[in-house]
């Protein structure tokens, strides 16, 4: 977030505390590691902003997926909330799938880590991340642009 | 799909994703040999594959701005919330936005933290918040930022907190310069004794803050520190065994690297970062990193990224060096303490810090800290009174504290009366008091030599024991007399040696008996008298339990396999007064000695200490307390510490310069008899005459330092060590100034340098890690390295090394894996290690010419012989001559001869070419002589000397 703008950073600082209290509830918790620690902070940054994007009433219309823009909307929306509640759903799917790469996009995307802290709170190797990351990329994109594909 | 299908279909994608794009329908087509379904998946994926590097690479938090509540940052200046008119934004820290505000009620300027919209909607943790900030508005310290309340308006809820003006310790930090220096050391202690007593209060009151940084410190413009945002602290419960604690400090976001999310950690105690209960030890962690960070300007755990600093956290040590060379020993050793990462073994008082930085500030323990008078308190109760029930907050603190278990552990000397019980010149030492507290055993030489002597406290009259036999000895390790369990007799050694014979003689003076056999050493008796207690000198030093008459002696059963290692030692045991444990001191050598404690009935011993000290004598005066005799860690001292065996809290109960070397208790406790000593160390010069120099030829070679010793002259240069209040470090005089050139951190030098024969570089003798070894660097302390690292250096106080005369190589005794011997060590690492002589050997000095090294051989009779070598190893025969044991020898400068010094400490002359000797100097003034150089003129002999003045002291406890 470097050089971005200060409203930003301020409204991550709100989020992340939103993080430290969500992570302070979780009463009786003992942390295996600092992996499962952030492992633990990425999921609850995934609910908190899925959660709070429900909340403004971006619900998914209709029964399919009819996103829009989807090559930055991501990236630079300022509304990226439709967007993030569909994620949220196409990642549910992947994890019925493929539990790790969605366990290393929750990471990578909502806890922020790098290829190596992804690595270490998994415990496998980068290349691995690096593998499922991109593959799983491939998998949302088509998930969200509602390609009809066949579930063989 | 099934997994084996997915895991082809990844596979195919992978595969294809390594081809280049035209030739990848090709690849598919063969590597899907006809199953077009398969084919069509991995199409399907592939084909997002130009979508794919612009997706999700912003981590969802960067772009989700909607997620943060309604208002705009700042969005509620000029508006009134409740009785208060917002005038700007102050932050935006722990839980929210922070702004200034009026209070129109009570016509005050306040602050006002908003909290998040979490706190409204949710019962429970509105519930538990206000259960928290209860506790908060209770303290009410001028270090403390005040709670004056919590208020609900439009929806809002908000807490009402006293207005702090200035800048926060992180701003202060970041306003110096670049890169990060940290503060002066004053300003340093001064805000870090005001942040001990904010944590002080908040600790007696059972609260911890959990979130101690310096973006949580304020500073006035008056000076005054003001800790913050103890919002986020949880009351801890009484036993501190709770589970319901805070599981993570505040987590600030940190700018320094595009897509972190979670920030900087870098003040996180490592039970913290593991997710433990926390209690006050990781406020004392805390406490440590924002000390570090003032001393330094950089947090002791900094890493790249969050994971980083946290594995630094629960692996690393910060980097001692990065502390300014002028921070104390007992700063340093502070610090130590606030960074172990077992909280159990970590300091577990914020108090006795505050005892600790008062010491280092030099402020009386009485003297007040606060810059400045405290700030009216403003009352809390207008806000507070509809939902506090204060007098169930009281009745809590209350029920709180009396189950508090007296964790300060006060000085046991504060309220003692010391009186001196000889005042006599020379040497006294090793007393010893009765078990009935009247009669004080001791050493002196008032008759001439060491005799036994006995005094009744109060008689003023003294009973020498031992003046028809030898004398007996100094004996500073180790017990040599005492008391037997009824106090009618007195057992001593013969000679002062721990394992030679030991007598017992009747109070009042008559035959001496044998007693408890040789080898055995320091007996004591079990308070009931029945039983007796004594370790043997001999591998692993074993503790024996035998009956009062030293008969049936076995030896203590320890179920640790391997606790009495070879070589280590288990010295001086005392029982308990309640007679349910044996105290001892243990260690590997008689440096790094700890308190342990065992049962009488053996089983597992238990280590009491963490000091790694020379720990000598014990005195239990309670069952909890035992007074001992220790040097610090830095090697200064001997000084009296008290230990509370239960906390495990260890204190300095001394203070001042002088250092105690004995100390006995009676059986009661109440009355204490030390020794007490005052050493001083100087310089000396003494001309060489061609008649005997004499006591009046003898001149204070006058230096700008209160101590010195080991001299080496080098160029123009003289190098000598010295302490300033720690272990000794190396300084260097030159045109007229005095420069230190290596500090004793937490250790303390006792060789002599080597030094560059132009004086421009010095090498000294430096404990790390366990071993001596050689750290050479430039002769202003720059540029220091350790050489020849696989060379431990023998440490034989009167000198280890000397440099080649042509700069180029440096001659150590030392040991290899080889074994001992001298070696010719490169200096510029040009080269291997040379093994020039095997054996046990000392001093090596290289003659002017490069031509010759005399050392030392192995000791006979008390002497120590002569030897000449060539650096290319043929030996070389010189004269017999045998030195004292202290002392060593040195080249005149015209490389003609050898000085040494004789066992009765007289310099004499070798006269290489004449291979005859004569005395140079014949003293008679006591004191001891450790080394000695010659200076470059060849005028002189420079010399060190110490002299002592040691009493008995009677330190009388209240009842």
Redesign the interface.
Known sequence: ??G?RT???????????????R?????????Q??????AM?ARL??R??VD??RS?GYLKRGGGVTMVS???A????????ED?VALDDALTALAA??SRKSDV?EM???????I??TA?ALDVSRDTVK?DW??A??????EL?G?E???? | ???E??RQI?DL??KA?AHPAEERTAFLATACAGDD??L??VE??????S??D????????????????EH??GALVGRRLGSYAIRSLLG?G???EVYRAHDDTLGREVAIKLL?P?FTADPD?RARFEREARMLASLNHPNICAIYGLEEAQDSRFLILELVEGETLAEALAAGSAPAQGLPLDKALSIARQIVDALDTAHEKGIVHRDLKPANIKITPDGIVKVLDLG?AKAVSADGSS??L???P????S?????????TAAYMSPEQ????AVDKRTDIWAFGCVLYEMLTGHVPFAGE???DT??KI?EREPDWTALPAATPAALRRLLLRCFVKDPKQRLRDIGEVGIEIDAIHGVPPAASHVAATPLPQPKTSRTWLPWVGLAVLAAGVAAWEARRPAIVQENPLANARFSRFTDWEGTEGGAEISPDGKFVAFLADRDGQLDLWVSQVGSGRFLNLTGDIPPLGGGGLLRILGFSGDGGEIWFTEAGDSSAPKWLIPLSGGTPRAFLGQGNAAPSWSPDDARLVFFRNSDGDPLFIADRTSADARPIVVDIEGFFAKGAHSHNPVWSPDGQWIYFAHGVNVEEMNVWRVRPSGGTPEQLTTLRAAVTRLAPIDPRTLLYVARAEDGSGPWLWSLDVETKVTRRVTSGLDHYSSVSASRDGRRVVATVSNRTTNLWRVPLLDRPAEDRDVQPYVLPSARALAPRFGGTSLFFLAAQGTGDGLWRFHNGNLSEVWKAADTSLSEPPAVSPDGSRVAIIVRQEGKQQLSVMSADGTNARTLAASITIQGAGKGSADWSPDGKWIVAAGSDAQGSGLFIIPVDDSGPVRRLVSGELVNPVWSPNGALIVYGGPVVGGLIPLLGVRPDGTPVELPEVRAGQRGGHRFLPNGTGLVYLSRSQDFWLLDLAAKRTRPLIRLTDYGTVHTFDITPDGQSIVFDRSRENSDIVLIDLPK
Request: glycine share 8%.
């Open positions: 977030m470097k971005e409203g930003h950073t301020l409204q991550a600082t709100a989020l992340v505390n939103e993080v430290y209290l992570l302070i509830e979780i009463d009786h918790v003992q942390w590691n600092r992996a499962h620690f952030f902070a940054m995934r908190i902003l709070a994007a403004r989807l090559d930055d991501l990236v630079v929306s300022n509304e990226p909330g993030l799938v493929d996009v990578r995307f909502f806890g922020g880590l790098t190596e802290e270490e593998r991109t593959m990329k491939l998998w949302l994109l088509r642009r390609v594909h066949d579930d063989v | 799909m099934t997994s299908r997915w990844e994608c992978h994703l379904i398969l069509r998946e399907s994926l592939l084909a997002e594959e979508s794919a612009a997706f999700m690479n912003v981590p969802a938090a960067a772009v989700a701005r909607w997620a943060v509540p705009a940052t935006v722990g839980m929210g998040p979490a943790r986020l589970p319901d805070t599981q993570s505040t987590i600030t976001i700018g320094t690297r595009d897509g972190v999310i979670l920030g970062a593991r997710g433990k990224t969050v994971s946290i594995g629960l």
